[in-house]
């Protein structure tokens, strides 16, 4: 039986170039989620390119603490200042969750329904408080029928860099209990995870990787940050993500995961969302 795979786009929405690549690939079969910057000024326009595509795409939101977009909106921060008032707790947690709504709106309000999925820019969907405050908004949010799949950032370490290792430090598995508990479906490993280093050929490298990884962990979450070539000086990443689509575009993807025997699928596939448990009647 093929494992399942997940392949996931973040940042639709940052600008036009990040759009349309993340459109293109979808449009060709290569992803089965995208992940929206709701606070991007982009995002009500370029919210069109993902409509065709809806009965094949899960689209989610890309909750957003540390961005540019962020910033601008009031409640954003540097990541380093982030992890540590977060680990400390000194992030107010109704404060939180009124971030969380804000976004939810947005997303809603241009995208006409809830979100498929929930993750993080910078995987904050999983830092103290934040989670505690994700939990509780969505289950408020969305009592009855399917609920939105909460992506779990755990890499497979230590295989991989520091930087995997504080990714997943940072709350996976605390958050993965909170979901269970709430009755929220959840993914349970991500790859993808690198520094945006190397050129096109080393992405490819380890995307073999990541795809023997996947075969061996089904059900997993394989993110990407693909792109159009841009000179946005506010996109520290933008010459990494022309090599991701390249790489991403090519026949290798196709042929590995066809070698391991992978089915790429959507969210809602691989961890399908039941309606809330409700008490029974005495």
Known sequence: MSAQLVICADD?????AVSQGIAQLAAQARL??????????????DVALLRPLRQQLDVGLHLDWTSPFAMAAGHGRPLGRLM???????????????????????FESHWQAPP??????QHVQQFPVIREALVEVLTRRYPTGPRPWIRISRPLVPRYDIKAWVIGAMGAQALQRLARHAGLPHSQWLSGIYSFDGDASAYGLRLADWLQDAAAHPGMVMMCHPGLSSDDADDPIAHARTQELQELESPLLPTLMQRHDLQLVRGRQAWPA???DTPSAP
């Open 32 to 45: 089965s989620a995208t992940s929206a910057m709701t606070l991007a000024p982009g995002w009500p326009t």
């Open 84 to 106: 540590l008032q977060t680990q400390l707790r000194l992030l107010d947690r109704q404060q939180a969750r009124d971030v969380m709504e804000r976004q939810l709106d947005l």
């Open 274 to 276: 039941h309606p809330i």
């Open 12 to 16: 639709f929405g940052m600008n036009p």
């Open 116 to 121: 498929d999925h929930v993750d993080g820019h």
